[in-house]
Each structure stands twice: as structure tokens, then as C-alpha cells.
């Protein structure tokens, strides 16, 4: 469906050019003056500079050529703007075709294009902390919200899975139990399916082994076993195996709980077997080269104004590093899946190493100029006091522990409300804490830092998740109260609250895209807080149920209806869901 925007300014551009002017001055905004008008045109007062005339002359004339049908209030006010406002008609038959249209006619303005984000971006064996809520939450919904806009995604989860941090496990391992067939350079036989190690076993080895890393001694093991694994080592091979399978386990139990799922569960290691011939071919072409016995690909580009370091692709003592897997990973997923766009959600701090990668992509012709490289660079969540979040130890919270915490202090709220019956009150309470949890996260713009407070996210009124839950859920009893209503037409709008709510309702599609265009789900958020506004007054000003008219009742229930399947809609992309009761 053609937006409302362009509809009239279509319209207003056929009515320039029918009163003898030029169709470039019909451009209609939103008003920025809601209490005048909804719509306006200001294209008067820059023709009347071409024309040289009263801009209010050009202005009346073109009101003249408008179709009064298409509007309840058209007026040319001095000193030449034009003032619009929809007709009742115009909204009635705009929202019906949005009601009968798949997914709201929202246009698929990324049809027959691939997008890949690179989000979540785990480290095996180490658990999932606070500082992974954010890639995962706004990752998935920027993934959702590409979906729901047409494009074909794929969502990569990038796991930390390769480099130092296996040796140290291995290394660690050997410390402990050096009789493992593993570690035998004679053993010849299958290694035992079964892991050495449990999960929380592992979450407690590698910690205390990334302890000893200032020992020179058991760093100069670790990066031995490092250098051996990445080399092929059988029996290293097997460990970090088990490391994967008995982590990777853990980690998408971790995600599923928050409603986060990839596509795909690639990670550093899948880039490995890129490596070589692509550090060969930029060797070669001499898009790498020597400095300091290490070989780097050069990145400055003519008007930078800060300083751009090169890319280090191998280091001096041969090894590759993280923007050597980021490049090589393009590379895979160039061949694999050629996507139009490569979305990286990480935290802010990535940027420079984001940047450098991009360059160096580009420069080596790795990526071509059509597909897009974006890097989603995220802010730090704080503790509600704005410090860094830390436990009362001072250690890092668990993720698991902050949606635990989250979970208990609702459904302490749910359970003193009687909100619902017993055997409900667990799936009310993760619905609402989900909510919570990633409506307080997902309404800031991203780049900045935002301090988690449990009290206010949880909060049923203000600009929260569970209120957009609360506005919901009341629409859903008013529905379940009057029965069948999915096959209602929408009417005309009955007061200026209906109205209201129905421009609110028109201005679903524009959000989204806007929202993609800025990869920004704030966005979102911001739009859904304002159409519940408009349904919560819609619902106080009128009586819905009690209305003694049926066909004006039925009217009423269709609009709220659509208003809560949109609601539910970008709920969804958000990825949280609401309860039947609250
Ligand atoms: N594992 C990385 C970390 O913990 C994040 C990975 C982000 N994605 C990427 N393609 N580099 O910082």
C-alpha cells in the first residue's frame, strides 16, 4: 500500500500543476503544528519566488484544484501555507484496506534481499553476561524487523569459539588431569564420546585458567596448545569438541529463554579454513603488507580526521587475530550466501575495529560496493546508580541471574494482584518480565548508555513494556467480551479520539521503515507508546461495549481490533508477547 504521505502529496502535486505551477512544490509533511492541522504543504512560498508572486495567491489557487472529498478541512493560510486535514471518508477507506491487506500492506522494501546480522556474539565456555543482553535483544530485533519488511535473513550467532581462550582451557585441562587419552601422543584409539568436563565444570576452568595468564610459564602452554589445535592436534581437536558441544548446549538453552534465535551457529573457527588462501591472496596483491614482521593491510583513506591504524591480518609471530577471522568470515559469507547487507551488532567500543575491517573488506575487493557493511554500535547498560553493573562481589552478573531477578520482582506484582490463577501465574510472569526487560533496553537509542532500573522497566504505567502489555490485554477483554469481531469493517471515525487513534494506526508502515532505515528500535518503541496512548483515550473518552448503536459499536470494535493486532505486531518484532490477563 502507498503511504498516506504520498498519497496526497501526489494529489497536492496534480493540483500545483493544475493551477499552472510547477509539480516539485507539492511536497506534504506531517504538521508540525498538530493542534492547526494534520498535513501540510509549504510549496507556496518557495513558488512564489519562481513566480514572483503572493505566495497566499498560489496557495488558494491550488486549494482550489484539491478534491474536497479527500479532506475534512483544506485551507491556504497567510502567509502562503496550506493547512490539510484527512477526511473522514478518506481514513475510513485507508485503515479497511490496511485491515483486509497481508501484514497491514506494509510495502516489502527489502524483497529478494538477503541481510546478514552477526549478533548475540557468545564465547564458548564462558557463561552469557549482562554485557550480552544487548546484542542479543537488538540483534534479534533488528533481525525480526527486516524479516517483516521482506528481506531474506540470517542470523549468525559469531561465536567466540577459537584463539586463546581454547588454549587455556586445554593447557588448564592438562594441569588437572594429565592421564587424559588426550594428552597422549601415542594414543591411537577413539577418544570417549563423553566430556571430561560438565558446563558448570567448564565455567570454572576457564575462568581460574584466564587467571594464570600473567604465569609465563602456563601462558607459553596455553599459547602452545593455542598454536597446536589451530594447527589440527587430534587429541586437542577432541577436547575442543566436547568444549563446544557441552557449551554450545548451554548457550541456546541461555538464548531460548530470552526468546533469541539463530539461523545459523557459525562462529571464529568456521573462518578458519579461510584463512590461509586468503592471507596468500592479499599477500600476493599486495594489499598486505610487512611492518614489523607482521603483515597489515593499510587503511587510511584521504579526509580521515582521526587516526586510522592498519588492520593487523597476521601477527609477527604468525598467528592470526579477531579482524583476521571478521575478514575471513566475510569471505565465507560472501561465497555462501551473497548477501545486500551485513549487519554487526556489538558494543560501541568495536567501532574502530568494525571500521578497519570494513576498509580492509572493501579494499581487498573481499566485499563489493553493493553490499552494505553496517556496524550497530551499542552503549553500556549500568546498574540503576549509572555505574558499571556489577554483583555485590563486585564480579560480573550472569545474564541468567539479571532476567532471574527480573522475573521475581514481577511476579511478586502478579501474585499480590491476583492478577491470575495459580496455575498461570508463571507464563504472566515471564511474558510481563520479558517485556520489562526488553522494552526498558529497546526503547533507548541504541549508541547510548542507559542504567537498568528494575522498578521503573517493570512499571505498569509510563513508557514501559508492561504498559504496551497492560493496553494489550485490555483490548483483548474487551473483544473476548463482544464476541466474534475479526470480520468487522472498519467505519469512519466517531470523535476526535477515534480519529485520533485511527492517524496513529496510519502511521504503522512508515514507522517500521523509518525504524529500519536507522536500524533503530527505539523507533519502534516510540511509535507503539504513542498508538496505546491514542487507544487508552480512545477507550476512556468512549463507551466501547456500552454503546446502544450496534453498527457504531461494531465500528468501534474494528478499530481497536486492528489497533491491537499492529500492537501485537510490533511486539513481536521487539520479541516479547502479551498475557492474557494482567
Ligand atoms: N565474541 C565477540 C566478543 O565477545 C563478539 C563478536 C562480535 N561479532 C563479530 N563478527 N566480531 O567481543
Not at 516539485?24 to 508540525?32: L, P
Not at 545474564?399 to 521475581?408: F, N, V
Not at 448503536?549 to 468501534?556: C, F, I, L, S
Request: net charge negative; aromatic share 10%; hydrophobic share 40%.
Amino acid at each position: 500500500m502507498k503511504k498516506i504521505l504520498d498519497i496526497i502529496t501526489e494529489k497536492m502535486q496534480q493540483a500545483f500543476v493544475d493551477a499552472g505551477y510547477d509539480a516539485s512544490f507539492g511536497r506534504v509533511t506531517v504538521s508540525n503544528r498538530p493542534d492547526l492541522c494534520e498535513y501540510q504543504c509549504n510549496g507556496a512560498l518557495a513558488a512564489a519566488k519562481q513566480y514572483k508572486c503572493a505566495p497566499i495567491m498560489i496557495a488558494n489557487a491550488v486549494v482550489a484544484k484539491l478534491d474536497a472529498n479527500d479532506y475534512s478541512m483544506v485551507e491556504a493560510v497567510m502567509p502562503g501555507f496550506i493547512n490539510l486535514k484527512l477526511s473522514d471518508s478518506f481514513l475510513q477507506a485507508y485503515l479497511e484496506e490496511m485491515r483486509t491487506a497481508p501484514d497491514f500492506g506494509v510495502e516489502k522494501v527489502g524483497a529478494g534481499q538477503t541481510i546478514v546480522v552477526d549478533y548475540g556474539g557468545a564465547n564458548v565456555a564462558k557463561p552469557l553476561h549482562i554485557g550480552h543482553l544487548r546484542p542479543a535483544i537488538i540483534g534479534e530485533a533488528l533481525k525480526r524487523l527486516h524479516k517483516f519488511l521482506g528481506y531474506n535473513t540470517i542470523g549468525d550467532v559469531h561465536l567466540g569459539d577459537w584463539g586463546l581462550q581454547m588454549g587455556l582451557i586445554i593447557a588448564e585441562l592438562h594441569e588437572r588431569q594429565p592421564e587424559l587419552p588426550y594428552f597422549d601422543p601415542d594414543f591411537t584409539g577413539e577418544y570417549p564420546a563423553e566430556s571430561p568436563f560438565t558446563i558448570s565444570e567448564l565455567e570454572e576452568i576457564y575462568p581460574t585458567a584466564s587467571g594464570k595468564k600473567s604465569d609465563p610459564e602456563f601462558s607459553h602452554k596455553a599459547h602452545q596448545a593455542t598454536f597446536e589445535l589451530q594447527q589440527g592436534h587430534r587429541g586437542y581437536r577432541a577436547i575442543w569438541n566436547h568444549i563446544m558441544n557441552v557449551s554450545v548446549a548451554d548457550l541456546k538453552k541461555n538464548y531460548d529463554n530470552l526468546d533469541v534465535h539463530f539461523e545459523k551457529w557459525l562462529g571464529e573457527s568456521d573462518a578458519d579454513p579461510y584463512i590461509p588462501a586468503m592471507v596468500e591472496d592479499l599477500k600476493a596483491r599486495g594489499i598486505a603488507v610487512q611492518s614489523e614482521g607482521a603483515w597489515v593491510v593499510p587503511v587510511v583513506e584521504e579526509g580521515d580526521r582521526k587516526e586510522m591504524p592498519p588492520m593487523i591480518l597476521v601477527k609477527s609471530d604468525g598467528s592470526a587475530i579477531y579482524a583476521t577471522t571478521d575478514l575471513a568470515t566475510m569471505v565465507q559469507r560472501m561465497q555462501d550466501w551473497a548477501p545486500d547487507k551485513i549487519l554487526y551488532v556489538t558494543d560501541k567500543r568495536q567501532n574502530l575495529h568494525f571500521e578497519q575491517v570494513f576498509r580492509a573488506a572493501r579494499k581487498a575487493g573481499i566485499v563489493p560496493m553493493d553490499t552494505k557493511l553496517e556496524h550497530v554500535g551499542f552503549g553500556t547498560m549500568n546498574g540503576a546508580d549509572g555505574k558499571p553493573f556489577k554483583t555485590r562481589d563486585g564480579g560480573v552478573l550472569r545474564l541468567e541471574q539479571l532476567i532471574a531477578d527480573m522475573t521475581d520482582f514481577v511476579r511478586a506484582k502478579v501474585v499480590e494482584n491476583r492478577i491470575v490463577s495459580e496455575d498461570e501465574v508463571e507464563e504472566t510472569t515471564r511474558k510481563i518480565a520479558m517485556a520489562a526487560l526488553k522494552y526498558g533496553d529497546l526503547s533507548n537509542q541504541p549508541t547510548k548508555d542507559y542504567n537498568f532500573d528494575m522498578e521503573r522497566f517493570a512499571a505498569f504505567e509510563g513508557n514501559t513494556g508492561p504498559y504496551i502489555l497492560y493496553t494489550i490485554v485490555r483490548i483483548k477483554s474487551i473483544l473476548a467480551r463482544y464476541g466474534a469481531w475479526e470480520h468487522l469493517a472498519i467505519q469512519a471515525p466517531y470523535n476526535t479520539e477515534a480519529k485520533d487513534l485511527m492517524l496513529s494506526v496510519t502511521k504503522f508502515g512508515p514507522a517500521m521503515e523509518m525504524a529500519l532505515a536507522n536500524e533503530a528500535p527505539n523507533q519502534i518503541c516510540a511509535y507503539i507508546y504513542e498508538l496505546a496512548g491514542c487507544v487508552n483515550k480512545f477507550y476512556h473518552e468512549t463507551p466501547i461495549l456500552k454503546e446502544e448503536d450496534e453498527a457504531v459499536k461494531a465500528g468501534h470494535i474494528a478499530l481497536i481490533g486492528l489497533a491491537k493486532r499492529i500492537l501485537e505486531q510490533c511486539i513481536y518484532i521487539l520479541g516479547f508477547q502479551a498475557p492474557e490477563k494482567m
